[in-house]
C-alpha cells in the first residue's frame, strides 16, 4: 500500500506535507511537458517511501537514477552514487528541468 502523505520540516520549523496523489500529479505532468520528454527524461514513483520523501527513479535515455522526492519537492541521492558523468549529467538535467517546470526556489 502506497504511503499517503510524506512529512518534512522546513528552515523554520514549519511541517510541509506532501500528498501521494500530489507529487504523482506533478510527476505526470512534468513527463509530459514537451521539453522534458524532448530531452529523453522521465520519473517514476516507486511506491515506496520514507515518513520524509518518496522514492522515484529518473530514466534519462536508458540511465536509471533512483532518488528521493521531498515534501518540499527538492530532491536528494540518500544512498545512491552518480558513478559517471553520464549519470551526473542526467540527474542534474533533470532537476534543472524540474526546478523549472515547479518553480521550486529551495528552502526560505
Known amino acids: 500500500m502506497v504511503q499517503q502523505y510524506v512529512r518534512q520540516h522546513d528552515g523554520r520549523g ?3 506535507c506532501l ?3 500530489e507529487i504523482q500529479t506533478t510527476v505526470n505532468r ?3 511537458d514537451s521539453v522534458v520528454s524532448a530531452n529523453g527524461i522521465s ?3 516507486t511506491g515506496e517511501a ?3 520523501a518518496y522514492h522515484a527513479v529518473l530514466n534519462y535515455n536508458g540511465i536509471k537514477i533512483q532518488f528521493l522526492i521531498y515534501a518540499d519537492l527538492s530532491w536528494g541521492l540518500k ?3 552518480l558513478a559517471s558523468t553520464e549519470s551526473e549529467f542526467a540527474y ?3 532537476w ?3 526546478v523549472k517546470f515547479t518553480g521550486f526556489r529551495g528552502a526560505r
Open 50 to 52: 520514507e515518513s520524509y
Open 14 to 16: 514549519n511541517s510541509l
Open 19 to 21: 500528498y501521494y496523489q
Open 92 to 94: 542534474f538535467t533533470a
Open 43 to 45: 520519473i517514476r514513483l
Open 79 to 81: 544512498d545512491t552514487i
Open 96 to 98: 534543472n528541468l524540474w
Open 30 to 32: 512534468f513527463n509530459r
